[in-house]
């Protein structure tokens, strides 16, 4: 397997399905090892074998990211395993809405741990080898991606902690972006609108039938559509920086 990303390696969170599987198979196609963390390892396996059956090289990487040593331990896995770190995607998420009001107890902590928490744990541990990366790749760049949301940018009743959330992870990895330019790692943020995923599924009953009606007729984003924006990001030439993309569906008014 060739492509723009062979010989290099890239860690994605959240691979067990939706937007984090498809960008797995998206940068294997482009010739990147890849390593597949998440909880779920029944489903990792299933990826892997399919990645390796196309000829890509994949590693089963099972870990809580919300738990800052097994996330530590993931990305020191990652490095053992497949010899360094050029690419990370942050992309596991968690999304429980409904009025602040009303929430039950637990599901704002189960937010900030993975949209926010497992994001910083896995950051913390991939920077000294993406910086490494950077300086002796033949790219000679390396690349952070934070999958964040259109609720990083507007802020609706109902989202109030998850607008926390993901307004936070745009303003972290904004800030990190500029740390960053003399190592010339590039960080990025991807902000998907209505996406096709499980992500709704983790909703409260009652909230889950109101977004199934709010997006009925609506012809949502695929896992692929936000899998290729993150391709386009990192497979660019050292000269380019994305710094931000924003896709929605083409219906999507908010």
Do not use: C
Not at 52 to 81: M, N, P, S
Not at 180 to 207: I, K
């Amino acid at each position: 397997m060739t492509g723009r990303l062979q010989d290099t390696v890239a860690l994605v969170t959240g691979a067990s399905s939706g937007i984090g599987e498809a960008t797995a198979r998206a940068l294997a196609a482009e010739g990147a090892a890849v390593a597949l963390v998440a909880r779920r390892r029944d489903r990792l396996e299933k990826l892997a074998e399919a990645l390796r059956a196309d000829g890509a090289t994949a590693l089963v990487v099972e870990a809580d990211i919300t738990d800052q040593q097994q996330a530590t331990d993931a990305v020191d896995r990652v490095v053992t395993g497949l010899g360094r770190l050029d690419t990370v995607v942050n992309n596991a998420g968690l999304m429980l809405i409904g009025p602040v009001a009303d929430a039950p107890a637990g599901e704002w902590e189960r937010m900030l741990d993975v949209n926010v928490q497992g994001l910083l744990h896995i950051t913390r541990a991939a920077l000294p080898h993406l910086r490494g990366a950077a300086q002796d790749s033949p790219r000679r760049v390396a690349d952070l991606v934070n999958i964040s949301s259109t609720a990083g940018r507007v802020a609706r009743p109902g989202t109030a902690v998850y607008n926390l959330t993901k307004f936070g992870v745009n303003a972290f990895s904004e800030a990190l972006r500029q740390e960053l330019l003399p190592d010339r790692v590039r960080v990025s943020v991807v902000e998907p609108g209505t996406v096709d995923t499980e992500l709704g599924s983790h909703v409260r009953d009652g909230l889950r039938e109101a977004i199934h009606r709010q997006t009925a007729e609506m012809e949502m984003l695929r896992p692929e559509d936000i899998a290729d924006a993150v391709a386009y990001i990192v497979t660019r030439e050292r000269r380019v920086a994305v710094n931000e993309m924003l896709v929605r569906a083409g219906e999507q008014t908010w």
